[in-house]
């Protein structure tokens, strides 16, 4: 069972980017996904999380507005939309899943997850 972020490099401030997490040995579909970035020194910051249906996004106040959250289960695959980047965006983006029993369940710390992929790293710099 393997995760990868995918979509990361080096952009503007004011710019987007829209980064991909796919998986293999497993169906995202029965797993919550959740989005997390680091940086050097710094704890795992979770950045959106989204039920295995789709429903019940969750987005934390640093980045509400700024960030989406999308699935599309027929493809394996969940996508992280980044607008409106600013420059303590930088970090490495890790994509990371969890088995759940509820379609609306969605976890919003790290130990909730027990899945986790090789991380993708955005730059916002002019």
């Known amino acids: 069972i393997q995760l990868q972020a995918s979509g990361g490099g080096l952009v503007q401030p004011g710019d987007s980017l829209k980064l991909s997490c796919t998986a293999s040995?497993?169906?995202?579909?029965?797993?919550?996904v959740g989005w997390f970035r680091q940086t050097p020194g710094k704890e795992r910051e979770l950045v959106g999380a989204i039920s295995s249906s789709g429903e019940n996004p969750y987005y934390p106040d640093s980045v509400l507005g700024r960030v989406t959250v999308s699935r599309q289960n027929a493809e394996n695959m969940v996508y992280l939309q980044l607008d409106s980047l600013r420059p303590e965006d930088t970090a490495v983006y890790y994509c990371?899943?969890?088995?759940?029993?509820?379609?609306?369940?969605?976890?919003?710390?790290?130990?909730?997850?027990?899945?986790w992929g090789l991380g993708t790293l955005v730059t916002v710099s002019s």
């Open positions: 040995g497993l169906s995202l579909r029965n797993y919550a």
């Open positions: 990371a899943a969890v088995s759940v029993h509820t379609s609306t369940t969605v976890r919003i710390t790290a130990r909730g997850y027990t899945y």
